[in-house]
């Protein structure tokens, strides 16, 4: 049973496009992340909810848009997609937003936009 | 604020070499700290982990040790195998507010046999 799966695994679309990934934990966690891995391999946190709540926000181009219908779910929705949003993006929960107990990742959405 | 700066890579090692890969940290308060491993194709997951000064995280022959006099964690293994290659990632939290957890640039560790 996986503990942190993401939907789709790969996704190719065009530029312009809108697009989705959703997340979902089996764990329990309050607290739910989306981060971002570029080309480099750099990894960049883009928002984090705890309890369905909004608690960090990073700077991030308003097209990115997350929900959280609740606790063990957080997707990612993406308007008019770019060029430069082609990315890995992870998603990860916590226990809490200390994060001192470690995150568990899901295995991530390699998105390309052409 | 809060970083991590870790040795860049590529580390290229031969079967039954030992490994250091360096880490340290600039934090607000008083971290918590983690090497994350990332094999081809994967997610990141939790290597080990240190809450506090001194304290040694171990977990599949990996070891580190959290220095607070240096500000360092540097993940060590005394004889890599071809299974290890990964990109290998410090990381660190501070418990106070919303901190999410910061990662180092990564390494990524190659060993043949």
């Known amino acids: 049973d996986t503990a942190v799966s993401q939907t789709p695994k790969y996704l190719v679309t065009q530029m312009g496009n809108d697009k989705s990934i959703k997340c979902e934990q089996n764990?329990?966690?309050?607290?739910m992340y989306w981060y971002k891995q570029d080309s480099k391999k750099f990894l960049k946190i883009m928002f984090s909810?705890?309890?369905?709540?909004?608690?960090i926000n990073e700077t991030v181009p308003n097209r990115f848009s997350p929900k959280s219908p609740d606790k063990a779910h957080l997707n990612l929705h993406i308007n008019s997609l770019e060029l430069g949003d082609s990315a890995v993006y992870f998603c990860a929960s916590s226990r809490d937003p200390s994060g001192n107990y470690g995150y568990t990742f899901g295995s991530g959405t390699r998105l390309t936009v052409v | 604020g809060n970083s991590v700066t870790q040795m860049e890579g590529p580390v290229t090692l031969s079967e039954e070499a030992f490994l250091t890969i360096n880490c340290t940290y600039t934090?607000?308060?008083?971290?918590?700290l983690f090497w994350y491993v990332q094999y081809p194709g994967e997610g990141l997951q939790l290597l080990l982990k240190a809450t506090k000064a001194d304290d040694k995280g171990s977990n599949k022959g990996f070891e580190a040790t959290y220095r607070k006099e240096t500000t360092s964690f540097h993940l060590e293994k005394g004889s890599v195998q071809v299974s290890d290659s990964a990109v290998y990632f410090c990381a660190l939290t501070v418990n106070s507010g919303n901190t999410p957890l910061v990662f180092g640039k990564g390494t990524r560790l190659s060993v043949i046999a």
């Open positions: 934090a607000t308060g008083y971290p918590s």
């Open positions: 909810y705890n309890n369905k709540e909004l608690i």
């Open positions: 764990l329990g966690h309050d607290t």
